[in-house]
């Protein structure tokens, strides 16, 4: 079965530099989510879009923005990004009205 | 806001045996549902079992079943016959629906199991 799909799975970029994360979700899942995992952290909920609108809006930086696009894709970029940004970015799809997500395999950013 | 806790950071169980990791949490709402999630070594989040909170009878999905108790707003996790492959790092999840659906975790519970 199609899953969540990541891309890239890892990055390393430098201190005020900008990063795009890109996420596919499973086909015929109309909500994307991005959470955000430090290390050693649980994941915090940071921004979701339900029909390419934005519906939700959690813990996300300023430095940061997100869209959906036409085909459902989404994508989250992070600009000026600082030591602290390094993370494990999950994206997750829902359909409608399930409330049970499926996460893909994160990306890990690491900012140096 | 809701809140999701989850008291024991670290648990082991022995290959064979049985092992039930705790979760709380608080909320003013009626309608929710609660999750826990496995992350293994990978770092792949995935679902073990989903509880709806106007369900009464407890989920339960193969070797793993919950205790839901709504008045006390505990969620404990029930892992039978552990397995080696069962290590992982637990999460517990609470999720308010038609309000973006978003989730509030636990700081998870690291479970080892012991061959």
């Known amino acids: 079965a199609a899953g969540v799909i990541q891309s890239p799975r890892h990055l390393i970029k430098e201190k005020r530099e900008t990063a795009t994360l890109k996420c596919y979700p499973i086909?015929?899942?109309?909500?994307v989510y991005w959470y955000q995992q430090g290390p050693g952290q649980d994941p915090q909920f940071l921004i979701s879009f339900y029909e390419k609108m934005q519906s939700d809006k959690g813990s996300i930086p300023d430095r940061f923005s997100a869209q959906q696009f036409s085909d459902y894709h989404s994508e989250l970029n992070m600009s000026s990004l600082e030591l602290g940004d390094s993370a494990l970015y999950f994206c997750?799809?829902?359909?409608?009205?399930?409330?049970?997500?499926?996460f893909g395999s994160g990306t890990r950013l690491t900012v140096v | 806001a809701q809140t999701v806790t989850q008291s024991q950071p670290e648990m082991s169980v022995q290959e064979a045996e049985t092992v039930t990791l705790s979760c709380t949490y608080d909320t003013s709402e009626n309608n929710y549902y609660l999750f826990w999630y496995k992350q293994p070594p990978s770092r792949q989040m995935i679902l073990v079992i989903r509880q709806e909170a106007y369900k009464q009878q407890n989920a339960t999905e193969n070797r793993f079943s919950v205790n839901f108790q709504k008045a006390a707003k505990s969620f404990s996790l029930k892992i039978s016959d552990s397995q080696l492959g069962d290590t992982a790092m637990y999460f517990c999840a609470f999720m308010k629906p038609n309000t973006g659906n978003q989730f509030y975790f636990g700081t998870g519970t690291s479970l080892t199991v012991i061959p």
């Open positions: 997750a799809s829902s359909p409608t009205g399930n409330y049970g997500y499926t």
């Open positions: 086909p015929r899942h109309d909500t």
